[in-house]
């Protein structure tokens, strides 16, 4: 195994706790750093496995982060302040100095530590408002609606352009929105706080019906980082790819109706409400990784969804509430 050791920072996060299982049951070693800001409840079902350690620490921190960057192979970074609301609340200067700061550190410590890669979390809000209607590619222009758009990109530009020249290579994942389960599941994404609010409360309200997002379940996500990390250094160097599939386009029209086969009776209510911030309404091209590196999603917004309300309706996502109250302050339609 080229890359056995895989270093993930806010792996006790929504991505970072699926995936850190994933790779330790296909046999990696898995270092992760967090600050457990929403706690490390995600990851005490890996702490006695022996190809497992962690670091609580701020990837603000580089003398504190360096200890977990010995004899690593690839970084997943995944740290960040995540989200337009998570962003606005803490303000500029926070949101830039972990997000971008953030990243210049863990690089420049797996340059000095010899990793070979780094995946980077990033985003497809990047993209903006699409105004020719047509699906954004990786080439086309980027237009931030928000001040987590802007630190993604500024933290893009400053991976590729030290890709150029190190002897790391960066490969840079705009994700679309997420959805399903996890060992952290949130709940200020589109389609798990809709089937959760559809749930407890029989009605949704819904802003901007006829806007585009773009969705991706979160193993498919976990399936193309594992990809990147096997696949051969040419492929990926100093790329980027937006992750999902052209299938997982929909209107919030379009997720409303899904919803609606899982919860009978679901009241809806529309609202023309325009307010500041993050206002995508875009359709996205994954032609690109499928082309690229085969890479197609496995999973179908209707899985996601069909899977959420079995779990939540079962009893067995135990305390939805408490996490989605939570993150309440950072929720937005």
Same mark, same amino acid.
């Given at each position: 195994?080229?890359?056995?050791?895989?270093?993930?920072? =806010?792996?006790?996060?929504?991505?970072?706790?699926?995936?850190? =299982?994933? &790779?330790?049951?296909?046999?990696?070693?898995?270092?992760?750093?967090?600050?457990?800001?929403?706690?490390?409840?995600?990851?005490?079902?890996?702490?006695?496995?022996?190809? +497992? $350690?962690?670091?609580?620490?701020?990837?603000?921190?580089?003398?504190?982060?360096?200890?977990?960057?010995?004899?690593?192979?690839?970084?997943?970074?995944?740290?960040?302040?995540?989200?337009?609301?998570?962003?606005?609340?803490?303000?500029?200067?926070?949101?830039?100095? +972990?997000?971008?700061?953030?990243?210049?550190?863990?690089?420049?410590?797996?340059?000095?530590?010899?990793?070979?890669?780094?995946?980077?979390?990033?985003?497809?809000?990047?993209?903006?408002?699409?105004?020719?209607?047509?699906?954004?590619?990786?080439?086309?222009?980027?237009?931030?609606?928000?001040?987590?758009?802007?630190?993604?990109?500024?933290?893009?530009?400053?991976? $590729?352009?030290?890709?150029?020249?190190?002897?790391?290579?960066?490969?840079?994942?705009?994700?679309?929105?997420?959805?399903? &389960?996890?060992?952290?599941?949130?709940?200020?994404?589109?389609?798990?706080?809709?089937?959760?609010?559809?749930?407890?409360?029989?009605?949704?309200?819904?802003?901007?019906?006829?806007?585009?997002?773009?969705?991706?379940?979160?193993?498919?996500?976990?399936?193309?980082?594992?990809?990147?990390?096997?696949?051969?250094?040419?492929?990926? $160097?100093?790329?980027?790819?937006?992750?999902?599939?052209?299938? =997982?386009?929909?209107?919030?029209?379009?997720?409303?109706?899904?919803?609606?086969?899982?919860?009978?009776?679901?009241?809806?209510?529309?609202?023309?409400?325009? +307010?500041?911030?993050?206002?995508?309404?875009?359709?996205?091209? +994954?032609?690109?990784?499928?082309?690229?590196?085969?890479?197609?999603?496995?999973?179908?917004?209707?899985? =996601?969804?069909?899977?959420?309300?079995?779990?939540?309706?079962?009893?067995?996502?135990?305390?939805?509430?408490?996490?989605?109250?939570?993150?309440?302050?950072?929720?937005?339609?």
């Amino acid at each position: 195994m080229a890359m056995s050791h895989i270093l993930i920072t =806010g792996g006790a996060g929504y991505i970072g706790s699926m995936l850190s =299982g994933t &790779l330790l049951h296909h046999g990696y070693r898995v270092t992760v750093i967090d600050d457990l800001l929403f706690g490390g409840d995600s990851l005490m079902g890996y702490m006695m496995h022996p190809n +497992f $350690r962690f670091l609580k620490a701020n990837v603000c921190d580089p003398v504190a982060i360096r200890p977990a960057f010995k004899d690593v192979d690839a970084v997943v970074h995944l740290a960040a302040i995540v989200g337009f609301p998570a962003c606005q609340q803490v303000g500029h200067q926070v949101a830039w100095q +972990f997000n971008v700061d953030g990243t210049k550190n863990v690089f420049g410590l797996a340059e000095e530590h010899g990793v070979q890669r780094m995946v980077f979390s990033s985003t497809y809000s990047n993209y903006g408002i699409a105004p020719d209607g047509e699906a954004v590619t990786e080439e086309s222009p980027l237009n931030p609606q928000s001040l987590y758009a802007e630190t993604k990109i500024a933290s893009e530009q400053f991976l $590729r352009e030290r890709g150029a020249v190190s002897r790391c290579a960066p490969i840079i994942f705009r994700f679309a929105t997420l959805f399903g &389960l996890s060992p952290r599941t949130r709940f200020d994404l589109i389609i798990n706080q809709f089937t959760l609010e559809a749930i407890e409360k029989r009605k949704l309200i819904i802003y901007q019906k006829n806007y585009n997002r773009s969705f991706v379940y979160i193993r498919d996500v976990v399936r193309a980082v594992m990809l990147v990390l096997e696949v051969d250094e040419s492929k990926v $160097r100093n790329q980027i790819f937006n992750v999902g599939s052209n299938a =997982g386009n929909y209107s919030k029209e379009e997720i409303i109706r899904l919803v609606q086969k899982y919860v009978p009776g679901l009241e809806i209510l529309y609202k023309d409400l325009t +307010f500041g911030g993050d206002m995508r309404d875009i359709r996205v091209s +994954f032609d690109k990784i499928t082309s690229q590196l085969g890479y197609t999603t496995k999973y179908t917004v209707e899985d =996601g969804i069909r899977e959420l309300a079995e779990a939540i309706q079962s009893g067995l996502l135990s305390d939805p509430n408490g996490e989605r109250h939570r993150n309440a302050k950072f929720i937005v339609q």
